[in-house]
């Protein structure tokens, strides 16, 4: 009972930090050269934080799935609805762009076995077993050879005449990675005080290449990156919450075969 009301104070947190992140967003901030539009990183930060959150709980909860689906649907609407002005005109779609991104992600992880369980015994259904997640060296390569192709991909967009066009795709795909690193780093079986550096590390390599790519001005980088860094913090601190609950991801593993017949005789 404890783990549900802690579950529901973390969704009412990121529901009401992203409120007023929103309302904030258009005050402008001056007396600081280039701080005059930063209100707005706050927000989008929060967008992003629950564009992974909510794809998380559709794929995974328990909940009946017409409820999952219509959560999905009037939860996109809101956080779009959320966005700063300036952001759905400039970059139009990007909050439901990054949903649908990180919803598909979701669903291929569970095709693989990969769930988010909690790690108690007696909460394992009969016949089914899980294993904790590991990850190897050929994944750790799979990781740099998706941030070289990232990189190839900025230049190329940085190179091209209407680099606009592919703003809102490669901003979800910076933020399903940086979600994905958060769950790798908080609900792994290895301590997050351990991984936990590497997300917002990993926000700023990635919020840097998005700058460049889209030839941002200086205040643009800055704001880039910021909202990136407090992206990846919000949704790693809201993931170690969940992690506290005793949520870990971990992957099924295959039911241990029975003795062959006539074994023991």
Known sequence: MANERR???????????????????????????????????????????????????????????????????????????????VVRREIPGIVAVAVAATTAVCYVGRALGIRIARREAGDEPPGARFGPLRFSIRGLMLVTAAVAVLCAGARALQESSAPIAGLPAAWALCIVAVGLAALWASLGDARPRARGPAVPALASLLGAS???????????????????????????????????????????AASPAGPPDGAGN
């Not at 909510?54 to 996109?76: I, K, N, Q, S």
């Not at 205040?219 to 506290?244: C, E, F, Q």
């Open 7 to 85: 579950l529901m104070a973390l969704a009412l947190g990121n529901l009401g930090f992203g409120i007023a992140a929103a309302m904030l967003a258009p005050t402008k901030v001056y007396g600081v050269y280039g701080a005059e539009g930063f209100l707005m990183v706050p927000s989008l930060a929060s967008n992003f934080c629950q564009a992974v959150l909510l794809p998380l709980w559709v794929a995974y909860a328990g909940a009946p799935t017409w409820r999952r689906v219509a959560g999905l649907v009037a939860g996109t609407a809101y956080l779009e609805a959320l966005a700063p002005a």
């Open 210 to 252: 998005l700058a460049y790519a889209f030839g941002a001005h200086a205040r643009g980088w800055v704001y880039i990156i910021s909202t990136m860094l407090l992206y990846a913090t919000v949704l790693l601190g809201s993931l170690l919450v969940v992690r506290s609950c005793g949520y870990r991801l971990v992957r099924r």
